[in-house]
């Protein structure tokens, strides 16, 4: 275990000095802060045989000295995929010839994790690469791999199933590429996954529920076209960063988010989603961001939300939020920037209007059925939605349309008549203890909304 724990250590330092690529893992300080490097576990190394692995060919030309026979698989595995690649503008894998993989381009290896005296392929870093091809099922020979970065490329297709024998993989960044079909099924093999980046693909479908079971710290799922419900079993999720917007899930957010141990920004934006917020929100206490922007989410905002001691930056805009915007909310230690614009809100809490005055709060409000305040709803509109209430207990949490209802394939949330008696009283997660106790990570209000600006892709690089 301990050759393990240093192999990933060797493989991150080296990424760190000797990829210029290395884009991933300095882009988002939260999870990379958070990345429990040493806790794999040796079990992962004991793999299922792959009949769809064993069934590709080892053959190379006998000319060729390999240093172990894992760097002549990573040889086999390398070149197949050269071939399938059909426009490298930045040639990035000219120098992909050879039985040398180590110092092919965007290729590091490190000391083999059950063997010290032997390298083997532990990253692949192709940022930026603008490389358009597919990935070849022989990658699944490349079993050491730790990384795989492919940012910004043009990759397409789907994930080949011999992805699976990836057990030691631990980031996953395919983000700005063309990869399309469910969500790739190999993901849910690879045991070791932390940090998982798909977004700006054109991914489709539901969420395999089993994802929330797996150890992964940041779901990085913005930008792609992932419809139906959210899995109820989000909460046995130990993530720290979750990014679904821009997608088109429907229904409720789970009450038992809340229950998410170590979550710290949320991002639902510009999806489909109604219900009300669940009061279970409150519960998470290390959130830093919430954002449920542009969705159809109605009601008010819980009264939890005086618990979360964290919380940076709330953005409730463009919904059917009503109620108040309570003084327990703007008077949160860390609360910097409430954003309600485009709802129903009818009331702002007296320090709420203190704090702003002082710039110690934003809060825009245009768009809402304030009195005194500019830029509101016409009166009519506002008489006519506060004359109807939500009523959070029996608004229910249907699918919107039709198609979503037809390929849902795991049962979805609780009907309308079956109302579970809400918990209003947030209780402590019952979660395991954490090895590595996160704590809250110092204010530092740049930070906050840099950790969001940080998932909008910028432009692809090259002319
Ligand atoms: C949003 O949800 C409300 C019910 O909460 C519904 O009446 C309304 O039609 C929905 N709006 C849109 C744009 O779907
Ligand atoms: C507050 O948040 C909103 C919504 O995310 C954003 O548009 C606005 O620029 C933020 N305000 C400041 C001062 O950062
Ligand atoms: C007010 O309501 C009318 C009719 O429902 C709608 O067409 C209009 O866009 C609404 N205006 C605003 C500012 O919400």
Same mark, same amino acid.
């Given at each position: 275990m301990q050759t393990l724990g240093s192999f990933f250590y060797i493989s991150l330092i080296s990424i760190f000095y000797i990829s210029p690529f290395s884009i991933a893992l300095i882009k988002y300080p939260v999870p990379v802060t958070r990345r429990g490097l040493t806790s794999l576990k040796q079990t992962n190394l004991n793999r299922e045989p792959d009949p769809l692995l064993d069934s590709i060919k080892i053959e190379v030309d006998p000319n060729l000295k390999f240093e172990n026979p894992r760097l002549k698989k990573a040889y086999v595995a390398l070149q197949e995929w050269k071939k399938a690649m059909i426009s490298d503008p930045y040639q990035m894998t000219k120098n992909w010839v050879g039985p040398d993989v180590c110092l092919y381009t965007g290729v590091v290896c490190a000391q083999a994790p059950d063997d010290e005296n032997i390298a083997t392929v532990a990253v692949i870093d192709l940022n930026f690469g603008d490389i358009a091809g597919y990935l070849v099922p022989h990658l699944g020979l490349l079993t050491d791999l730790?990384?795989? +970065? #492919? +940012?910004?490329n043009r990759f397409f297709g789907i994930f080949p199933p011999t992805l699976s024998n990836l057990k030691l993989l631990f980031e996953l960044d395919v983000s700005n590429n063309h990869f399309s079909g469910l969500f790739p099924s190999p993901v849910l093999a690879m045991s070791s996954l932390k940090f998982l980046d798909i977004r700006y693909n054109e991914f489709e479908g539901q969420l395999p529920p089993q994802i929330f079971d797996m150890d992964i710290d940041a779901f990085i799922l913005n930008n792609n076209r992932f419809y139906n419900h959210l899995p109820k079993n989000i909460g046995n999720s130990p993530a720290t960063v979750l990014v679904l917007s821009n997608n088109k899930f429907s229904g409720c957010i789970p009450r038992n988010l809340g229950q998410m141990?170590?979550?710290?920004? &949320?991002?639902?934006?510009? @999806?489909r989603l109604t219900g009300c917020l669940p009061e279970e929100i409150g519960m998470l206490k290390y #959130?830093?961001?919430f954002d449920v922007r542009k969705n159809n989410i109605s009601g008010p905002i819980p009264k939890s939300f005086e618990n979360l001691k964290t919380i940076g930056k709330i953005d409730l805009s463009c919904n059917q939020f009503s109620g108040k915007v309570d003084d327990s909310l703007c008077?949160?230690?860390r609360i910097w920037n409430i954003t309600i614009t485009d709802n129903y809100f009818n009331e702002i809490g007296a320090e709420c209007d203190k704090l702003i005055k002082d710039h110690k709060l934003v809060l825009l409000d245009k768009d809402n059925c304030l009195a005194n305040k500019l830029d509101q709803r016409p009166e009519k509109n506002c008489s006519l939605a506060l004359? @109807?209430? &939500? @009523? !959070?207990?029996?608004?229910? !949490?249907?699918?919107? $349309? +039709? &198609? $979503?209802l037809k390929n849902r394939k795991f049962p979805g949330p609780t009907p309308k008549v079956q109302n579970p008696s809400?918990?209003? *009283?947030? *209780?402590?997660?019952? &979660?395991? $203890?954490?090895?590595?106790?996160?704590?809250?990570p110092p204010l530092q209000q740049p930070t906050m909304t840099?950790?969001? @600006? $940080? #998932?909008?892709?910028?432009p692809k690089t090259g002319s």
């Open positions: 730790a990384i795989l +970065h #492919l +940012h910004s141990p170590y979550l710290e920004q &949320v991002s639902f934006a510009n @999806n #959130l830093t961001v008077t949160l230690p004359k @109807n209430p &939500v @009523n !959070c207990k029996t608004i229910g !949490c249907q699918a919107r $349309d +039709h &198609v $979503d809400p918990k209003t *009283t947030p *209780t402590p997660p019952s &979660v395991r $203890d954490p090895p590595h106790t996160p704590k809250p840099t950790a969001f @600006n $940080d #998932l909008i892709l910028p």
